[in-house]
């Protein structure tokens, strides 16, 4: 997995950082904290500019979270959360879930948003939150951002200091890393199947 994503990040450069980075918050088949510390490994051996790679990630992840900001924004608290109970499964986004990032943003304000894009478990949900309480977009995009970028900072740096290393690592760096992509696979189709059965028990 480490040798198909980088070789993926060097062929297709800062536009595949990018995209990863927007289908991470829209629907994770690989997480920042994969792809970021790689694409910060193939900038110190002068693939693509780290500068570059830190506007364009952070980009990215701003980029995809509008999707969840837009869709709380348009429709409400009951209309989304009522999406959720239909359709949050396949998405691993439940009510409970929203609701919880709900309380999260009501308790530190705006500045949950950035909070929020720190903290893995909670930085897509933030956005819903945000939606809902009509922050206004100027303000989402800019908080957002300043999460993002320093929680890609943080990624992107030890990916960097991994090069100088990366014969004492290289063993078992592939090996980990697709562990965890199929850690996250096998997450992802336990938690459908908990809400499928929720689901059914819920209807009978």
């Known amino acids: 997995m480490f040798d198909f994503i980088t070789a993926w990040i060097e062929t297709g450069g800062l536009l595949a ?20 510390p790689l694409a910060g490994f193939k900038a110190a051996q002068g693939a693509i500019p780290l500068i570059g790679l830190l506007i364009v990630a ?48 009501h308790r530190y304000g ?13 930085r897509t949900l933030i956005s819903v939150p945000a939606g809902l309480a009509e922050m206004p977009f100027p303000s989402f995009a800019a908080y957002t951002a300043a999460g993002s970028f320093l929680w890609i ?22 090996p980990i890393s697709t562990l965890i992509v199929l850690a996250i696979v096998g997450l992802y189709i336990v938690r459908v199947v908990r809400g499928l059965r929720r689901r059914r028990s819920g209807r009978g």
């Open 17 to 36: 950082v990018g995209l990863l980075m927007i289908l991470e918050n829209v629907f994770p088949p690989i997480p920042s904290e994969l792809i970021v």
């Open 110 to 122: 705006p500045v949950a948003v950035v909070l929020g894009r720190l903290v893995p478990t909670i």
């Open 58 to 105: 952070t980009l990215g992840s701003t980029v995809g979270t509008l999707l969840w900001y837009g869709l709380a924004r348009a429709w409400g608290r009951e209309r989304f959360l009522r999406f959720l109970d239909r359709h949050g499964v396949w998405l691993t986004m439940s009510r409970q879930e929203a609701e919880s990032a709900m309380d999260w943003f």
């Open 153 to 174: 900072a943080i990624l992107a740096g030890a990916g960097y200091l991994l090069e100088s290393n990366y014969k004492a690592v290289e063993a078992w760096v592939n």
